[in-house]
């Protein structure tokens, strides 16, 4: 198993980086992360002021995929997230959806102790620990770690943790896969711009798929097959999400979309992922025990 370590990072996803691993397809690998902020917070006195925000939220990599070619998607298992004993989170002026209530900027740095988060002496939050940037190089330009899109990157998604596939389509030769910006605990929205951010490690299994053709990030787990986009609003990135599962589901079901919209509106949840960054991400999530009675297959 490749172990990888997280002084090897960058922070735009972009087909001009230079690979700082390889690793062939199909194998496993162990990648090591820093939090957010590039592990720059670590004790209550550390303060906004003291940040280099020019290092905010950093994927470690790009790591190069052996046989992964543009048109191929990238298949992504997560098989386990390990976080660090400490967490930090954020919240301040004109950040999130509640930043024009509040004034100045603060921070608080939460222990992590066993399966919580210790948010004060009255609150532990159980922790969902989850990868919030994973993503693959776009076809041209460069993308910053700290925005979402059909690359994938700062999806900020909860059904991005342990036991889930993510499938990224692969725009150029190797991939070049990088993730980071793990948290310990986030809501859905992540409203306050930060979740309990943390450092850590991720184990994973890549392997590039041939003639599977997606143009956005798609996910499966144990209980759900679920489609993910980003827009300019949330709105915007609801309606992608929902539109890319009819689509896949009219070419792999025997339904006509009429059907599909039914079965859609009728078992299917329209979920928001993030509402703060760039842009907007969102999912639409259909339980497999529906697609199962149609014999769905990716």
Known sequence: MEKIKSEKRFFSFSSENAPAFSVASGSVAEIETMDCFSNQIQNP???VEMIDWSKI????GPIFVEGAEAGDALKIEILDISVA???VMVAGKDEGTLGHLLEGIRTKVIPIRGSMAVFDSKLSIPLNKMIGVIGV???TGEVSCGTPGSHGGNMDNLMITTGSTLYLPVFVRGALFGLGDLHAAMGDGEIGVTGVEVAGSVKLRLESVKNLKISDPILSNGDYFTTIASGKTVDDAITRAT???ALILKDRIPLDLHEIAMI???????QICQMVDPLKT???AMPKWVLDA?????
């Open 282 to 284: 969102a999912r639409f």
């Open 264 to 270: 859609m509106s009728a078992t299917g949840q329209a």
């Open 57 to 60: 939220n950093p994927a470690t």
């Open 137 to 139: 190089a776009p076809k």
């Open 85 to 87: 004993k400490k967490g």
């Open 294 to 298: 149609y014999k769905f297959r990716l």
């Open 243 to 245: 539109e890319n599962m």
């Open 45 to 47: 006195s550390d303060t």
